[in-house]
């Protein structure tokens, strides 16, 4: 797309000369236009037909409002960061960015993904996306908290997990997510999981993961506490409590009587308290509080002197980049760099994980829901033509093997899946669809490479030697023994 | 897997940052996959890359881990 729009003269210029850096749209520009790049040379890659991808090109670009949405189908890959800047060049190019109606929108994959990612939950960034490393930062939490900070990031999840195995990494506290069950190559992480000397699982029921706790913690429902979650308009909404918490206490307070147990001295007596303390150390949040956010009813970031407010559209006068959020636009080139997972003899078609609307995610809350009369499995699909090819018809149980893993479940034979590709869900423990997904990852981000694992399906008669072998596991792992008797098998 | 296996997984690491960098030719590439590296890796994965032998890299990715060694010195 951006070649045509380059090549055809649409990018808005004085969007580019007003707001970016000219030297690097020149390169990117030039990057782009350049033949090997244009629609036809990369039909063969993309499969989307070259006239197709003009249209869309030209649609994107000359319409007076244009905005671009996008889902896990982008990031879930090897290049996803770089299909990030991608889309990010085209809303430059094209002026499509910094007022109403157009923009750059991810579509999250949770309620409070965009909260827990503004709080410095990635192992490199305090608040507000400021990195650890940066000195003046550091020292405003190091002076309010009385602690010295270490400047390095820490690990991510799949680095944590090598590390486990290797022997530096001894300990972990999972709040609210089924790691076994949701992240990718799941006998690595059971591995992972296996060799820590403390396992600490904080979650609303015995999940997945929870066959590896050392100890147990029981959760907190939204219903059963105070708080905030933010969606992906970078809107802060009041979570209120309308019953008192069944196992007793909120999250925050057990998260605060962990911290304590520690020799820490938290000593919160509400969510308000720590919004406070958030506001005064973030500056994006410097204006948010919950006695405004009950008033007004919610509050878009930035909220401090500048946009005393709120800021309902990002990048209106400037970027984020450069000294006080008003630095000019930057293209990055990004060329494609195919994935090292391909299909071959062995594993000769493209297996592509997702959700359904009736189950979320690893189904830990919906699965107890009558929800699971719509989706009471995991399914295959697979075209007509493959499943013919291997004498495989609907409802059959198959066995789906990468080079990673293999497990069992039925077949359904649909035209909503290409030829040569398969898709399931990863909703049903009993299934663990990621026993069959890589270790591969997003190159900047190590996102799982989801949406790409070369595999091959054959008939089945019953279930693999893993899920066997797990579900062995999780009951013994789920046994309630009585202190003083003697266990039962 | 072993520290060899994990020692293996950083090597693809540092080389499919320096791959998904090389469209921006061998210096800023270089750069930017040096930069990477220090803002984004954990101090254990960083030793452990420092320490590996650089002919188990690319040349993009070599270069970068021998300039990260420079800025440490």
């Known amino acids: ?35 090997q790049h244009s629609p036809d040379v990369l039909e063969a890659v993309t499969r989307v037909p070259a006239g197709d991808l003009r249209a869309a090109a ?83 939490f190091e002076q309010d908290w009385g602690v010295v900070l270490d400047p390095e990031p820490g690990l991510r999840i799949p680095n944590m997990l090598d590390a486990a195995i290797d022997g530096s990494f001894r300990a972990i506290y999972i709040q609210g997510e089924d790691i076994l069950q949701s992240d990718r190559d799941t006998k690595n992480v059971a591995a992972g999981l296996a060799a820590m000397d403390c396992v600490i699982v904080h979650d609303l029921f015995l999940n997945e993961t929870a066959s590896y706790a050392h100890m147990f913690l029981p959760g907190s429902t939204f219903l059963e506490k105070d708080g905030t979650f933010t969606n992906p308009e970078r809107r802060i909404q009041m979570v209120r409590k309308v019953m008192e918490p069944a196992n007793g ?17 938290w000593n919160h007596a509400h969510p308000s308290g720590i919004m406070d303390e958030i506001a005064r150390l973030t500056p994006s949040f410097a204006g948010v509080s919950h006695a405004r956010l009950d008033a007004e009813g919610s509050l878009q970031w930035p909220v401090n002197e500048a946009a005393p407010d709120g800021s309902p559209i990002m990048h209106v006068d400037g970027f ?81 093997a990468s080079r990673k893993g293999e497990t069992t479940l039925r077949l359904d034979v649909t035209e909503r899946v290409a030829p040569g590709v398969v898709y399931t869900t990863f909703h049903h423990p009993e299934t663990q669809a990621n026993v069959v997904t890589t270790e591969f990852s997003d190159w900047a981000t190590n996102c799982p490479e989801y949406k790409v694992t070369a595999v091959q399906v054959t008939p089945s008669n019953g279930p693999s030697d893993w899920q066997r072998d797990y579900g062995a596991l999780s009951r013994r792992a789920r046994r309630v023994v009585v202190a003083g008797a003697e266990p039962a098998e | ?27 800023e590439a270089i750069a930017a996959t040096a930069e990477h590296i220090a803002l984004f890796w954990d101090p254990r994965m960083k030793a452990a890359i420092l320490a590996d032998d650089p002919a188990h890299l690319s040349p993009i990715a070599a270069a970068a881990i021998a300039r990260l060694a420079a800025t440490r010195t």
Not at chain 1, 85 to 114: D, H, K, S
Not at chain 1, 115 to 136: K, N, Q, V, W
């Open chain 1, 249 to 265: 206490l909120q999250d925050w307070e057990v998260t605060q009587e962990l911290a304590r147990a520690m020799g820490l001295g």
């Open chain 1, 58 to 140: 030209r649609l994107y670009a000359t319409a007076r409002n244009a905005a671009i949405y996008y889902g896990l189908g982008v990031t879930e890959h090897s290049q996803g960061s770089s299909t990030v800047m991608a889309i990010a060049n085209l809303a430059m190019a094209t002026g499509n960015i910094g007022r109403p109606g157009v923009g750059v929108n991810p579509l999250r994959g949770q309620n409070n993904v965009q909260g827990s990612c503004d709080m410095g939950s990635f192992p490199h960034e305090l608040s507000g996306y400021r990195h650890i490393s940066d000195t003046a930062t550091r020292q405003m």
């Open chain 1, 320 to 400: 984020a980049r450069g000294p006080n959020g008003k630095g000019r636009g930057r293209f990055v080139v990004t060329d494609y760099v195919p994935t090292d997972e391909k299909t071959g003899p062995r594993f000769p078609l493209l297996l592509t994980t997702g959700r359904i609307l009736s189950q979320y995610n690893v189904g830990a809350q919906t699965r107890r829901t009558a929800n699971s009369v719509w989706h009471a499995e995991d399914v295959l699909e697979m075209h007509p033509q493959d499943a013919e090819n291997r004498g495989l018809g609907h409802g059959d149980w198959v066995r789906l």
């Open chain 1, 1 to 35: 797309m951006a070649h045509v729009i380059v090549n055809e003269g649409l990018v808005d210029e004085a969007f580019i000369s007003e707001r970016c850096d000219l030297d690097e749209y020149e390169n990117w520009a030039a990057f782009v236009a350049d033949p």
């Open chain 2, 1 to 27: 897997m072993s520290a060899a296996g994990t020692g293996e997984r950083l090597r693809y690491m540092a080389d499919q940052i320096a791959r998904n960098f090389a469209a921006m030719g061998e210096d």
